[in-house]
C-alpha cells in the first residue's frame, strides 16, 4: 500500500509541474510566432528531444517491445533505414524552402507556390487526418489503467464497458488538462514537457534491461540459448512473408509474384528503403504537427541538427526497445511462470506485455514517475497536435475567410479558442473508438483510423514534391485532381472500401484482381505519392505563377 501511495504522490507531482511550465510560458507568448513557433528560440538539443518524444509515443513505447515479444528478432528495425534517408531530405529541402518563406502553418509555401486552393485543400487534409489519428490514439495508454487494475483485482478483471468508462474517464481528463496547458502556454510548454518525458522513458526502458538481464540466467549469453528457432535474432528480411502459390507464378511470372510478395509484406529490406523513406519524409515533411517543432529552432541550420541526430538517435532506441521484447519473451516463457500474465487467444499477449511488466515488476515511485511519463507523453503528443491543428486553421482558414484585426494578441486568442475546440473534437473522436473497441474489439476500424495518415499523407507529400522540385508543373485546379486520385489509389489497392464495409456485416464491395497486391501500410504513402505526383505532372502552372515566383524569390527547385 505504501509503494502505491509513493506512486500516486509520484503521479500528482509529475502532472503539477507539467502545469506550471505551461503557466510558466504563458506570459512569454506575445504574438503568434510567439505562441506557435517559440518565437524561433528554442536550442537545438530541445527540439531533438521533442521530435524523439513525439516519435517514441505510449504507442511505440508499448508496441515496439510488443514487435520485439512477438518476433524475437530486430526485423522491425529495418524501417530504421529509410527514416534516416528521408531526413537528409527533409533537412536539406523542406526546412529550408519553410524558412526561407518563414511560414507558421506549412502549408502557406503551397499558396505562394500554387494559390490558395491547393494550401486549403491540403491542410484541410491534415485537419481531418491528424485529427482522427491523434483522438483515436488517446486511448491506448488509458488502457495502462486497465492493467493496473486487473494487477490489484486479479479475480475481478474489468470486462469490456467497464474498460470503456475507466479509459474514457481517464482520456477526458488527460485531454482536458492537455488542452489547458497547451492553450497557455503554447508550443514552448510542449516543447520542454517534452524534454521531460523524453528523460524519463529513457530511465524506464534503462531499467527494463537492466532488470531482465539481471534476472535471466546467464544475461544475455544466457537468453540467446533460447533464442535459437528459424527467425530469431534476424537483423533482416528480404523477400517477404507471402510466397506467390505456383498457379500464380504460371500465369504472371516470377518476377511479379515476388514484387506482389515484397508489397504485401510489413518488414522488408524494400520496406526499409524505399516505404519507410516516403513515410517519413510525409510525416516529417509535410505533417504541421511534426514539422512545427522543427521550426522552432533557431534557424535552419539547428533544425538540421537536431532533426538528423534525431534519426540517428532512432536506431539505437528502436534496437534497445526491440531487445526489452525479446528479453521478455525469454524471462516469461523460459525463467518464471506467471498465471496472471495477460493472455490471447491462449498466447500471451504481445500488446500488453510491456506495460504488465512495468506494473508488475519495477519497485515502487519508479513505476508511478514511468506511468506519469507514459500518460505525460500522450499529453506531450497531443498538446503539439492541438497546437498544431489550431495553428493551421487559423491561418490556413479562420484568418482568411472571417474579418479578423491585425492585432497579435486578438490572432492568439483566436489560435486558443480553437486549441481548445480540437480538444473536444479529439476528445469526442477518442471515445468513439474507445467506444467500438468496448462493443466489438476485433472491428477493423481501429486501425484504419489507427493508420489514417497511410491513406492521405501521400497526396500531401505527393503535392508538395511537385512544389518544391519543379518550377512550372502543378496548378489549382491540376493539384486537387491528383491528390484526390492519390488518397483513391491507395484506399483500393489497401482494400479500404472492403474493410470498411466488412463493418456492417456484409459481403464484400467489390473483388481485386487477383494479379494487384494489397499494399501493406509501409508502401500505402509510397503509393499515393507517386499517384498524385504522376497526376500533378500532366498540368502546367500558369504562366503568371511562374512569374510572379521568380519576382518574389519562389524557386520550386529551390
Not at 503521479?11 to 505551461?22: D, E, M, P
Not at 502557406?108 to 500554387?114: K, V
Not at 485537419?127 to 475481478?156: E, H, K
Not at 486549441?419 to 462493443?439: R, S
Amino acid at each position: 500500500m505504501g509503494a502505491l501511495l509513493l506512486d500516486l504522490v509520484i503521479i500528482g507531482v509529475y502532472f503539477a509541474i507539467i502545469l506550471a511550465i505551461g503557466v510558466h510560458f504563458s506570459r512569454r507568448n506575445r504574438n503568434v510566432s510567439d505562441f506557435a513557433l517559440g518565437g524561433r528560440s528554442i536550442p537545438w538539443w530541445a527540439v531533438l528531444a521533442s521530435i524523439l518524444a513525439s516519435e517514441i509515443s505510449a504507442g511505440t513505447f508499448f508496441g515496439a517491445p510488443g514487435e520485439g515479444f512477438l518476433l524475437r528478432n530486430y526485423t522491425y528495425a529495418q524501417m530504421m533505414v529509410g527514416y534516416l534517408l528521408a531526413r537528409v531530405v527533409v533537412s536539406g529541402v523542406f526546412i529550408p524552402a519553410f524558412y526561407k518563406h518563414n511560414v507558421v502553418s506549412i502549408y502557406e509555401f503551397l499558396e505562394l507556390r500554387f494559390g490558395p486552393r491547393t494550401r486549403q485543400l491540403a491542410s484541410g487534409i491534415f485537419l481531418v487526418t491528424r485529427s482522427l489519428a491523434s483522438g483515436s490514439r488517446l486511448w491506448v495508454p488509458t488502457l495502462l489503467l486497465v492493467v493496473i487494475w486487473d494487477q490489484i483485482n486479479p479475480t475481478r478483471p474489468l470486462g469490456n464497458w467497464e474498460q470503456f468508462w475507466v479509459t474514457g474517464g481517464a482520456l477526458v481528463l488527460i485531454s482536458i488538462l492537455t488542452a489547458i496547458y497547451t492553450a497557455v502556454g503554447g508550443i514552448k510548454a510542449v516543447i520542454w514537457t517534452d524534454v521531460l518525458q523524453i528523460v524519463v522513458l529513457f530511465a524506464a526502458l534503462g531499467f527494463s534491461v537492466w532488470y531482465l538481464l539481471g534476472h535471466i540466467p546467464g544475461g544475455w549469453e544466457g537468453a540467446k540459448n533460447h533464442l535459437n528457432h528459424p527467425g530469431d535474432l534476424k537483423l533482416w528480411e528480404w523477400a517477404g512473408n507471402k510466397p506467390p502459390s505456383a498457379d500464380f507464378v504460371t500465369k504472371y511470372g516470377a518476377a511479379w509474384g515476388t514484387v506482389k510478395n515484397v508489397l504485401e509484406s510489413n518488414y522488408t529490406v524494400w520496406a526499409a528503403l524505399l516505404g519507410s523513406l516516403f513515410i517519413t519524409l510525409a510525416t516529417h515533411g509535410t505533417d504541421q504537427d511534426m514539422v512545427q517543432r522543427m521550426l522552432t529552432a533557431k534557424n535552419k541550420r539547428q533544425s538540421a541538427v537536431a532533426t538528423l541526430l534525431s534519426g540517428i538517435a532512432d536506431i539505437p532506441i528502436t534496437y534497445f526497445v526491440l531487445t526489452i521484447g525479446i528479453l521478455l519473451s525469454i524471462y516469461y516463457n523460459h525463467v518464471i511462470v506467471d498465471p496472471t500474465l495477460p493472455m490471447d487467444g491462449g498466447k500471451p499477449d504481445s500488446t500488453r506485455i510491456f506495460p504488465y511488466f512495468v506494473i508488475d515488476v519495477m519497485p515502487g515511485g519508479l513505476r508511478g514517475l514511468v506511468v506519469a511519463g507514459v500518460l505525460a507523453t500522450t499529453m506531450g503528443s497531443l498538446g503539439t497536435a492541438l497546437n498544431s491543428l489550431a495553428t493551421s486553421y487559423s491561418r490556413d482558414f479562420h484568418f482568411r475567410l472571417f474579418e479578423t484585426p491585425d492585432d497579435e494578441a486578438v490572432r492568439v486568442r483566436i489560435i486558443k479558442r480553437s486549441t481548445l475546440a480540437f480538444a473536444v473534437i479529439l476528445i469526442l473522436v477518442g471515445l468513439a473508438t474507445a467506444f467500438v473497441k468496448a462493443h466489438n474489439p476485433s472491428l477493423s476500424i481501429i486501425g484504419i483510423i489507427l493508420g489514417s495518415f497511410g491513406y492521405t499523407y501521400g497526396s500531401l507529400l505527393g503535392v508538395f514534391m511537385v512544389a518544391l522540385f519543379t518550377k512550372s508543373r502543378g496548378s489549382e485546379s491540376g493539384n486537387r485532381i491528383a491528390m484526390i486520385t492519390g488518397i483513391a489509389v491507395v484506399a483500393y489497392l489497401s482494400n479500404l472500401p472492403n474493410d470498411v464495409w466488412k463493418m456492417f456485416g456484409s459481403t464484400p464491395l467489390y473483388q481485386n484482381f487477383e494479379w494487384l497486391p494489397v499494399i501493406t501500410f509501409p508502401w500505402r504513402i509510397m503509393a499515393g505519392t507517386v499517384a498524385t505526383v504522376a497526376v500533378a505532372l500532366c498540368f502546367k502552372t500558369q504562366k503568371s505563377t511562374v512569374l510572379r515566383m521568380r519576382d518574389e524569390g519562389i524557386s520550386g527547385s529551390l
